[in-house]
């Protein structure tokens, strides 16, 4: 299909559009309506291994940032988060109620990690409904990686965790994304109800019946 075949049938079908993108953002609005909103904590860790003079700078580089991955995983194990929650500070762990796997599957969706890449720099995000309460978690989470790392590798004195960017917490919701929501919403939509628009147009063009036509020769008088 040409593109001004493809111009004049969206123009055509414009109804459709204006029926289907609207259709689709509701339900992403409902959709995002219906989600608590959560504030948002973050922090950077960087990771810092002692070597000796001789050793290679980028040996020691892949070797902090294979750490630094190590961490940011361990982070989302049970030992981590049992740690968070005797770690003393003000976290409400009913929050985390139910069986090991519910407040594990909890936890997973709170804590978010990630490794910059080609650094040492973990980057931790809190998520809560309650702003003091994701402040509260990313300074414990911060707090157990200082003290108790050792218990996650084998580097023992000679690794440290340095908090490069203190617990910085959002003044407004950040979850869900309500803007990228949209956005997507509105894409989708159009995708949707372009698609919906070329098969239907195919569609129509093969269950046209085709036309054929007979020419009929003249034919010479005949001579009795």
């Given at each position: 299909m040409e593109l001004i075949e493809l111009m004049n049938l969206l123009k055509?079908?414009?109804?459709?559009?204006?029926?289907?993108?609207?259709?689709v953002l509701f339900i992403v609005i409902v959709f995002t309506l219906v989600?608590?909103?959560?504030?948002?904590?973050?922090?950077?860790?960087?990771?810092?291994?002692?070597f000796s003079a001789n050793t290679d700078p980028y040996t020691a580089s892949k070797s902090n940032e294979y750490l630094s991955n190590i961490l940011s995983k361990v982070i989302h194990s049970n030992s981590f988060y049992s740690n968070v929650l005797i770690s003393g500070f003000d976290i409400d762990k009913n929050y985390f109620s139910g069986d090991v796997i519910k407040q594990m599957k909890k936890w997973n969706k709170t804590v978010n990690t990630k490794v910059i890449n080609d650094s040492s720099i973990i980057v931790v995000s809190a998520y809560h409904p309650d702003r003091s309460q994701a402040e509260q978690i990313a300074k414990s989470v911060s707090y157990v990686l200082q003290t108790k790392h050792a218990l996650y590798h084998g580097g023992g004195d000679n690794v440290k965790i340095k908090i490069i960017d203190e617990s910085i917490v959002s003044r407004f919701p950040v979850k869900p994304n309500i803007i990228l929501n949209l956005i997507v919403g509105l894409v989708a939509g159009l995708f949707l109800a372009f698609g919906y628009i070329h098969l239907f147009s195919e569609e129509q063009?093969?269950?046209?019946?085709?036309?054929?036509?007979?020419?009929?020769?003249?034919?010479?008088?005949?001579?009795?």
């Open positions: 055509n079908k414009k109804q459709t559009i204006l029926i289907i993108v609207p259709l989600q608590p909103l959560k504030y948002g904590a973050s922090l950077k860790a960087l990771v810092i291994q002692n063009i093969n269950n046209t019946p085709f036309v054929t036509t007979k020419t009929i020769g003249d034919q010479e008088p005949r001579i009795e």
